[in-house]
């Protein structure tokens, strides 16, 4: 069985979710670790957590691929002092590599927004925010669509919780029927504006605020947070059945909890 290097995953990756979509600010790609290393066994996560750097390390991973960077900023040192550091520290020891695809896999056609809209079942789909073009069409940050069915905030709220397998959804009702939705999955902060602009009924995204739901209904429209968490989880089962198929003999583990806890 021919040996399969950390650089063909890696191409295979970027062929789809090219790194030149990821926005300005962010830092995808190879964040530790050789495109050398032979892999075997590949740990999925949205975030490189502790307990995900310590998972990879029982099961003997070669590779640990996350949504979200580890790193965004610039670093003065690796040491033990900082936990970014000690998880880098922890997979070099143990020469795991790391890669993230962040607004990158956001971005591409195949990626995040596609994948949240076929799970609500939305169709007419255009970017909310346009950063980019691919194969010759516009894509961007979140998508606008239109539901197959009309629902109100609480019922769409209930749907998206079932949907996504998540514990607790925060809603805020404009009062009328939903068939238009803006959905930017993960944090949305700043996207009220291109809801409005698309003259969305619901805007579906996280980490939003009391004052931001307050804005929303004053704008007639429902504001459904089902937390950063919430719709971006199904990033690691995407990606562990992307792998499968490209790279069958892959081993690869799914390790991902949602950080929130609900009384």
Do not use: Q
Request: proline share 4%.
């Amino acid at each position: 069985m021919a040996e399969i290097r950390a650089r063909e995953i890696i191409d295979r990756i970027e062929e789809h979710f090219p790194k030149g979509l990821a926005l300005e600010w962010d830092n995808p790609g190879l964040l530790c670790g050789s495109r050398d290393k032979t892999v075997k066994k590949v740990m999925i996560a949205l975030d490189c957590t502790d307990k995900v750097v310590d998972e990879a390390v029982e099961k003997g991973c070669d590779l640990v691929l996350t949504h979200h960077p580890l790193i965004f900023g610039s670093i003065k040192a690796v040491n033990d002092e900082s936990f970014i550091g000690r998880r880098l520290i922890k997979l070099i020891k143990n020469d795991i590599s790391l890669y993230a695809m962040h607004t990158n896999f956001d971005v591409a056609k195949e990626g995040m927004g596609h994948i949240v809209a076929e799970r609500l079942g939305a169709a007419e789909l255009s970017p909310m925010e346009v950063t980019g073009e691919m194969d010759g069409e516009a894509v961007g940050i979140g998508f606008y669509g239109k539901l197959e069915v009309p629902m109100g905030a609480r019922e769409l709220s209930s749907f998206i919780k079932d949907r996504f397998g998540i514990e607790g959804v925060v809603y805020y009702d404009a009062g009328k029927p939903i068939s238009t939705i803006a959905v930017c999955p993960g944090s949305g902060r700043g996207m009220l504006k291109f809801a409005k602009e698309l003259s969305a009924d619901a805007l579906i995204t996280g980490d939003m605020g009391h004052h931001d739901g307050i804005d929303a209904v004053a704008e007639g429209i429902s504001l459904i947070d089902p937390g950063h968490y919430g719709l971006e989880h199904i990033f690691s089962a995407y990606m562990a059945g992307f792998l499968n198929k490209g790279f069958p003999e892959l081993e690869t583990f799914c390790c991902d909890r949602d950080p929130r806890g609900f009384i």
